[in-house]
């Protein structure tokens, strides 16, 4: 691909609000068309994790979770935050066996993806997980998991029938499918 110039020029940057997860800037801008303006940005303290696990069966686990900030119940991969400076697949890792019990012995890293490029800055990494064993799940005390076996192809449903919204589950099944023949 060609690199492009940045056209945005930052005048002043401040912190509005920060906690152990995000960071929220105000900038003073001077636009691509020199016009002043401000931007307000997002950035994330985690790298997002998630994991498209997929059996010798052909079927994938979905954790559906009430989401605090929607509102509502969401159908998802597995999927976490990983620390700045931690490796993404041994988070990966932890998020697969914490959030289904579920242990792989084959990773492939698929995807690279920015969630919300308008307004942030979080970058995901998605990994098809297989070869697997059930052990133990232990979600965090934030967490009231509900799991749901389905084949790949129910799942490649649910995302087409917009049942599944979340922008890293989206893309996660619709590359593992793709990779898969379906």
């Known amino acids: ?3 492009h110039k940045n056209t945005w020029k930052k005048l002043s940057t401040t912190i ?8 929220v800037q105000h900038h003073e801008v001077l636009n691509p068309s020199g016009g002043e303006g401000i931007y307000g940005q997002v950035n994330f303290k985690n790298i997002a ?11 994938t686990y979905l954790v559906g ?3 605090f900030p929607l509102e509502e119940y969401s159908w998802e991969i597995p999927e976490g935050g990983c620390p700045l400076g931690e490796d993404v697949l041994a988070a990966a890792k932890r998020e697969l066996l914490e959030e289904t019990g579920l242990l792989a012995k084959n990773w492939t890293m698929i995807s690279r993806i920015h969630t919300s490029n308008s307004v942030c800055n979080e970058v995901g990494f998605i990994f098809l997980a297989e070869n697997l064993t059930q052990d ?4 965090e005390e934030t967490e009231d ?7 790949l192809k129910e799942a490649v449903e649910l995302v087409m029938n917009n049942q599944i919204t979340d922008s890293i589950s989206i893309a996660g099944l619709l590359k593992v499918a793709r990779l ?3």
Do not use: C, H
Request: net charge positive; aromatic share 8%; charged share 30%.
């Open 136 to 139: 133990e799940a232990s979600p």
């Open 16 to 23: 509005q609000y920060s906690n152990p997860w995000i960071e």
């Open 65 to 67: 979770q009430f989401r």
């Open 145 to 151: 998991l509900k799991i749901k076996k389905v084949t």
């Open 1 to 3: 691909m060609e690199k």
């Open 49 to 59: 994790v998630g994991v498209v696990p997929v059996d010798a069966e052909g079927n």
């Open 180 to 182: 898969k023949g379906i």
